[in-house]
């Protein structure tokens, strides 16, 4: 971990006031949100935000590798953290330990996250203790979703309560620095963040939180459908499908190219 790490990851975890955290998969989202957020999530949500999938477990470690290279060589100024793929670290502390590896030197980011928190706290804890910074995610964990109705609100029962409280003490025993907690109950959400020695980021779970986390794509308004913690501050896609719409009239009437698009 080098000294700019230290310094970004130290500056993160004693800032006072909300933490700003969105996700960018190109150069060029990363250059526009560096400095503007404290955080920079390269997540493997891209699964459906650039591919089109339903899910996240379509992700390998080579394609989170390319995205989050392309962020990395704009990233200065902000925490940079990669989402490691399902499947590259759950089986053994090895096996998640040489992928950490790899992702931090192939992308030159900050930290890694993981999902999960009682069954991989021996993940966590070798990974720290190798001098990676460790982001965790509880609550709904979209790793673990294979049809679209897991995608729902987490810590409902009492029983689910307990065992999110318990992946939260897990993940910070283990010498994780932040956690993400997504679609949670507000009430529960604000329990986590009483028990919490750690940065909280909420998606979908309470405003008590350290921070929030946003797909950016949601947030500018790219899809017709978002979950209901999306809350969209553009309208993105009417913007592009006008400007198509105009480039297309254009050309039907021979307006483009004018002499002053042409050589």
Known sequence: MGIETIKKITKFCNTKRPLVCLTAYTRYMGEILDGNCDLILVGDSLSMVIYGNNFTKNVTLQTMINHGKAVGLAVKKSV???????GTYETSPKIALKNAKKIMRETN???VKVEGGLKIKKIIKTLVKNKIPVMG?????PQQANKLSDYNVKGRS?????????DLTAVQESGAFSVVIESVPKALADKLNKISTIKTI?????????GQVLVTEDLLGYFTKTAKFVKQYDDIR?????SVHKFKSDIIKRKFPTDRNTY
Do not use: F, T, W, Y
């Open 80 to 86: 940079l953290v990669v989402d490691m793929p399902k």
């Open 238 to 242: 009417g913007r592009i499908l006008k």
């Open 202 to 210: 909420g998606i979908g779970a309470s405003k008590q939180c350290d």
């Open 137 to 141: 995610h509880i609550g709904l964990m």
């Open 158 to 166: 009492e029983k689910e309560e307990k065992s999110i409280i318990n």
């Open 109 to 111: 980011c900050d930290a």
